[in-house]
T-cell receptor, first 113, second 117 residues
Framework: AQSVTQLGSHVSVSEGALVLLRCNYS??????LFWYVQYPNQGLQLLLK??????LVKGINGFEAEFKKSETSFHLTKPSAHMSDAAEYFC???????????FGTGTKLQVIP | GAGVSQSPRYKVAKRGQDVALRCDPI?????LFWYQQALGQGPEFLTY????????KSGLPSDRFFAERPEGSVSTLKIQRTQQEDSAVYLC???????????????FGQGTRLTVV
């Protein structure tokens, strides 16, 4: 079985500041990890994913995440927040294959001008 | 179409009423997923189709929930005798390969917001 814990349901940052959204996972097998973004009244959009290989993964809109097996973490970062980054972000895990994906409860990011 | 289309976008149902939610996946996409997203929660898996075959329905919460994809394209999620706890956003996603979203991206629709009163 797998699970995802997102620390902080709401995160506020100033425009231009570092964005850090935390995600810890639990998986009985090597996991595949994802970050999705959801804008109001929109569907989920894939930001980035980790499957195998390089543990630092770069995604769209300047976001990146690092898979740390020893810490069972997959935190999402962006060096400089933009107003357009305000949205809800979901971390997700799957054990592989097609397998159904388990999502976290989400973190709403607010960017303050 | 250009993306995954879901209809209706909003549905209000009286408790006990049956509802049908439609998903038009991206043309040619083999895999189709349904998720339920309750208020303030992350999406939870309901069921998965590969073409017309329903390969996993383990997430359907009760036998009141039924999904079909008879011709391997459009899918319908039906909820019978709706109850208040069924109120949620129902998301549909599709992807190109039978391997699901590992090696290919799953594209999500905007969802159908169901409110049971």
């Amino acid at each position: 079985a797998q699970s995802v814990t997102q620390l902080g349901s709401h995160v506020s940052v100033s425009e231009g500041a570092l964005v850090l959204l935390r995600c810890n996972y639990s998986s009985s097998v090597p996991p595949y990890l994802f970050w999705y973004v959801q804008y109001p009244n929109q569907g989920l959009q894939l930001l980035l994913k980790y499957t195998t290989g390089a543990t630092l993964v770069k995604g769209i809109n300047g976001f990146e995440a690092e898979f740390k097996k020893s810490e069972t973490s997959f935190h999402l970062t962006k060096p400089s927040a933009h107003m357009s980054d305000a949205a809800e972000y979901f971390c997700a895990v799957t054990p592989g294959g097609y397998q159904k994906v388990t999502f976290g409860t989400g973190t709403k990011l607010q960017v303050i001008p | 179409g250009a993306g995954v289309s879901q209809s209706p976008r909003y549905k209000v149902a009286k408790r006990g009423q049956d509802v049908a939610l439609r998903c038009d996946p991206i043309s040619g996409h083999v895999s189709l997923f349904w998720y339920q997203q309750a208020l303030g929660q992350g999406p939870e898996f309901l069921t998965y189709f590969q073409n017309e075959a329903q390969l996993d329905k383990s997430g359907l919460p009760s036998d009141r929930f039924f999904a079909e994809r008879p011709e391997g394209s459009v899918s319908t999620l039906k909820i019978q005798r709706t109850q208040q706890e069924d109120s949620a956003v129902y998301l549909c996603a599709s992807s190109t390969q039978g391997a699901g979203i590992i090696n290919t991206e799953a594209f999500f629709g905007q969802g159908t917001r169901l409110t049971v009163v």
